[in-house]
């Protein structure tokens, strides 16, 4: 669940970014980072290799406004996509509130964003977490790339999707579904603080 | 001095007093904020924790790969500042401390400090409270317009 401060009245949501390797995690992060004004966001913490893929994570946090008179921060976290960091990958998914799944949309990463949805799976459930009762949405990045080698999101939706959850187009190199993907994720997330519990 | 339950703070207080730690920041294992005294942008705090849950998570994995108990402190020592970043459990699950210290303490004062902290924050932890409603249900509208603004649109 979200960390709630009733002193201060202020809502913390990890949110993490998680999908094969260069299926475009850290790009929509650098497009969150570009779009908001910078009282708005704190440093861009980026633990990467020399060649710029992610080592351990990437780190944004964002300050979105006050709703329901409470001060709301999203932490965004990428996971290192190559298969061999998935201790790494663990580590950071520890307390996730929320996950993006970003798959490749390329028909040639199929079998890359299948594996890495199935570790997504295995790591929550090693950590008690049931993917059923975890907020998720799934992002079909890459759709900018010509027809003939990518899967239409019908395709993608029918392959990871069976679970129906709320899925998105985008292209995050142009921003196009970032957005789209990071407020329906955030909707989720901030849902379970809305939800009254059930009577004792 | 910022904390997340009035419990935390007068265990802390005495922390900060008795080590002259420069900055404090508590967190969970998953690096989420418990209370921090000195840093001055709530943003950039979290920053600070993050990199810090991940330097304890990747040195118990790496005590796991070494075959050895798990590693409860790890200190970076500097020219001008220290950093000492310890675990410790709580009935509140696993916490961890990040301190910034300078020469006007030393690390020892700063780990011996430390290990009171942690067995005071233990034994003043209060039961968990019950989930209860924050937001309200009709909380989307203004989610949307948070968004929005953020974002430009």
């Given at each position: 669940m979200p960390l709630v401060n009733f002193t201060t009245r202020e809502i913390t949501c990890k949110l993490v970014y998680y999908g094969p390797g260069r299926c475009g995690k850290t790009t929509n992060l650098l497009y969150v980072h570009g779009r908001?004004?910078?009282?708005?966001?704190?440093?861009?913490?980026?633990?990467?290799?020399?060649?710029?893929?992610?080592?351990?994570?990437?780190?944004?946090?964002?300050?979105?406004?006050?709703?329901?008179?409470?001060?709301?921060?999203?932490?965004?976290?990428?996971?290192?996509?190559?298969?061999?960091y998935n201790a790494t990958r663990r580590l950071v998914l520890q307390g996730a509130d929320g996950v993006v799944f970003v798959a490749d949309s390329q028909a040639r990463r199929f079998d890359d964003n299948l594996e890495s949805f199935q570790n997504l799976q295995e790591n929550l459930l090693e950590q008690g977490v049931d993917i059923r009762q975890l907020p998720l949405v799934l992002q079909y990045n890459k759709q900018d790339l010509p027809a003939d080698l990518i899967l239409a999101p019908p395709d993608l939706d029918?392959?990871?999707?069976?679970?129906?959850?709320?899925?998105?187009?985008?292209?995050?190199?142009?921003?196009?579904?970032?957005?789209?993907?990071?407020?329906?994720?955030?909707?989720?997330?901030?849902?379970?603080?809305?939800?009254?519990?059930?009577a004792a | 001095m910022r904390s997340l339950e009035p419990w935390v703070e007068a265990p802390l207080s005495e922390f900060l007093a008795e080590s002259a730690a420069r900055l404090t920041l508590l967190m969970t294992?998953?690096?989420?904020?418990?209370?921090?005294?000195?840093?001055?942008?709530?943003l950039?705090?979290?920053?600070?924790?993050?990199?810090?849950?991940?330097?304890?998570?990747?040195?118990?994995?790496?005590?796991?790969?070494?075959?050895?108990?798990?590693?409860?402190?790890?200190?970076?020592q500097g020219s001008t500042v220290g950093v000492y970043l310890?675990?410790?459990?709580t009935p509140r699950g696993r916490w961890l401390g990040l301190?910034?210290?300078?020469?006007?303490?030393?690390?020892?004062?700063?780990?011996?400090?430390?290990?009171?902290?942690?067995s005071d924050l233990a034994r003043a932890a209060p039961a968990e409270?019950?989930?209860r409603q924050v937001l309200a249900e009709n909380f989307e509208a203004e989610l949307n317009n948070s968004l929005r603004a953020l974002f430009g649109r």
């Open positions: 908001v004004p910078e009282d708005r966001r704190g440093t861009m913490v980026s633990l990467a290799t020399q060649s710029d893929r992610t080592l351990f994570f990437d780190f944004l946090p964002l300050e979105l406004g006050v709703i329901s008179g409470f001060t709301t921060r999203f932490q965004l976290y990428t996971v290192p996509g190559q298969v061999y029918d392959a990871f999707n069976f679970r129906g959850v709320p899925s998105h187009p985008a292209d995050a190199l142009h921003g196009a579904g970032v957005f789209e993907t990071l407020k329906t994720l955030s909707g989720l997330v901030l849902s379970r603080l809305a939800t009254r519990p059930p | 294992s998953a690096g989420q904020v418990v209370a921090q005294h000195g840093f001055t942008r709530a950039d705090v979290m920053a600070a924790a993050a990199l810090g849950a991940g330097i304890m998570a990747s040195t118990f994995e790496l005590a796991k790969v070494m075959g050895t108990r798990p590693l409860g402190s790890v200190v970076h310890a675990s410790f459990e301190v910034v210290f300078g020469r006007e303490t030393s690390l020892g004062l700063v780990q011996l400090f430390f290990e009171t902290l942690a409270e019950p989930p």
